[in-house]
């Protein structure tokens, strides 16, 4: 019983450091591309040209759903990098983000944490 608690105990002290409350810093707020999979992502990247709402309107239209992707003004969390995608010039991290608030015209309005992804663009330089 003893080996149990000492268990216990060692791993709320490594834990606690991941389990404390967030931090205003770990959020961005900011217009993000958002998608509701990495697909939908990579197929805004290939039809983009510098037009995102034309990118959108195509993926939604391919998707018919007018809400597979949008460009939204968001509080997110950054998640991890799942994948690059490049079209031309350009080149982007496909990433995952987790959605906590809508910013609106009285500051930003907490919703249900969402999953969603999103892009990062990247510069790359010939060597």
């Given at each position: 019983m003893r080996f149990a608690a000492h268990v216990v105990s060692l791993f709320a002290l490594l834990a606690a450091p991941f389990c404390g409350p967030a931090h205003a810093s770990d959020y961005e707020v900011g217009a993000s591309l958002v998608c509701d999979t990495q697909e939908?992502?990579?197929?805004?990247?290939a039809q983009y040209t510098g037009d995102a709402q034309a990118a959108i309107q195509y993926v939604n239209d391919e998707e018919k759903n007018p809400t597979a992707c949008a460009m939204m003004n968001i509080a997110y969390m950054r998640g991890a990098q799942?994948?690059?995608?490049?079209?031309g010039a350009n080149a982007f991290k496909i990433i995952r983000v987790l959605v906590v608030g809508v910013e609106t015209g009285?500051?930003?309005?907490?919703?249900?944490?969402?999953?969603?992804f999103s892009l990062q663009s990247v510069k790359e330089f010939m060597v």
């Open positions: 939908q992502v990579e197929h805004f990247v799942v994948a690059m995608a490049r079209h009285n500051g930003v309005l907490s919703v249900t944490p969402a999953l969603y």
